[in-house]
């Protein structure tokens, strides 16, 4: 029996400063309501991780093979609600069924800050 296809799509993501983006995820890992992804916002920009900016995340392992899954949180309360030992079912590529991962690490949002320094008067 052939493993499960990883597809993707574009899920609402709301930032900790309340702007709605779209980002990319797996349908496998969005149908997981724990997660906070709803369908895409038409017209909201794609969140686009960099060096500078960075999605809060869930990453969770397998802790039989030592596989992992990493990927976004949708929203500042999904991020709270959840505990490091939560279990979710996620397909492996080759295997046809589900491996129990549990919650091992839960990484906060990155956004690039501007600081202002004092702007002080020249001297003459």
Sequence with gaps: ???QQLNYNYYTYVSDDG???NIRASVDWA???AHGLAARTSGAPRFIASKS????????RDATTGRSKTGPV???AAYGAA???DAENFYVTGLATTVSHAL???TGEKVPTTLVGAQL???A
């Design 1 to 3: 029996m052939p493993g």
């Design 19 to 21: 702007t709605t983006y």
């Design 31 to 33: 149908a997981v309501a």
């Design 53 to 60: 900016q960075k999605p809060r995340t869930f990453t969770y």
């Design 74 to 76: 949708g929203t500042v």
């Design 83 to 85: 505990d490091l030992g």
């Design 104 to 106: 091992a690490k839960k």
């Design 121 to 123: 008067p020249d001297h």
